[in-house]
């Protein structure tokens, strides 16, 4: 697919993150009840494993007016954002401001040279547009909107990176979602650009293992074993669907060759 690398992966274990200077958004309180804390972490959970860290590490944890907590500024987080922002350049759309790491590794360690952010969050521009924009040294444009309307409409504009972080969590269920995104934002890029998709390589396997747990079901009880997660999944298990119905009353005994089936089936998968 040209413009997108589905097997590239940002979860790649890297430490070269912490030799860049990252400016963070100050913490305090907000108008419209959000706050930003300010937290010290002497160990931390990446990429599900606990690990303890070297020296104490300092993050964001953003929350909304509800206390719930919206985003974070994590290990985990900066080691994605620097994959991501590694293999940026030129001209970069951004959806979704969070809390400004991307940007600031994309010029950092990648080619970027200039920013169109559209965050649809009126808080989340207050809170960090203003540390991200004196931290930058290219021009940065944050804009009022939803990323699926801008990439929709009659813009003529072209980007040399599309970089999307949109979605809450890193959940097999919202590829389908994620990937008309990308097929939207495939069609705003200039020649030789790319699009990025933020944990995109991660929730691909978390769906091949759903799929290696459904095909190592006996064929009969793969249906049962669908609704049996239906409540808890719902569109988990729309998801999964097909991949029953392609190998219905087949028994898998090489995985492998039926995971290969699935990769390809979920990388094209949309919302109809």
Not at 167 to 186: E, F, K, M, S
Request: glycine share 8%.
């Amino acid at each position: 697919m040209t413009g997108f690398d589905p097997d590239f992966d940002d979860t790649v274990w890297t430490d070269a993150w912490l030799h860049v200077p990252i400016a963070q958004a100050p913490p305090g309180r907000h108008p419209g009840g959000y706050r930003v804390e300010r937290r010290t972490l002497h160990q931390a959970k990446v990429f599900d494993r606990a690990y303890r860290l070297a020296r104490p590490f300092d993050c964001r944890l953003l929350f909304d007016p509800a206390g719930r907590l919206w985003m974070s500024s994590t290990p985990q987080e900066h080691i994605m954002m620097y994959n991501n922002g590694r293999c940026s350049q030129g001209h970069v759309l951004v959806g979704g401001l969070g809390l400004g790491l991307y940007p600031q590794y994309a010029e950092a360690v990648g080619g970027a040279t200039r920013f169109t952010v559209i965050e649809p969050s009126e808080a989340v521009r207050a809170i960090v547009a203003p540390t991200l924009s004196a931290a930058l040294a290219v021009p940065l444009a944050v804009q009022a909107g939803d990323i699926e309307t801008a990439l929709s409409g009659p813009d003529p504009a072209r980007y040399d990176t599309i970089f999307l972080d949109t979605w809450d969590t890193l959940d097999a269920a919202h590829l389908p979602y994620i990937n008309h995104l990308r097929d939207l934002a495939l069609r705003r890029l200039a020649p030789g650009g790319r699009v990025l998709l933020w944990g995109y390589r991660w929730m691909v396997r978390l769906f091949e293992e759903a799929c290696r747990q459904l095909l190592a079901t006996p064929p009969a009880q793969r249906r049962p074993w669908l609704r049996a997660h239906a409540k808890t999944s719902p569109q988990g298990v729309a998801l999964l669907m097909p991949v029953a119905a392609h190998f219905e009353g087949q028994a898998v005994e090489d995985p492998e060759p039926a995971l290969d089936w699935c990769r390809r089936y979920v990388v094209q998968a949309v919302i109809r």
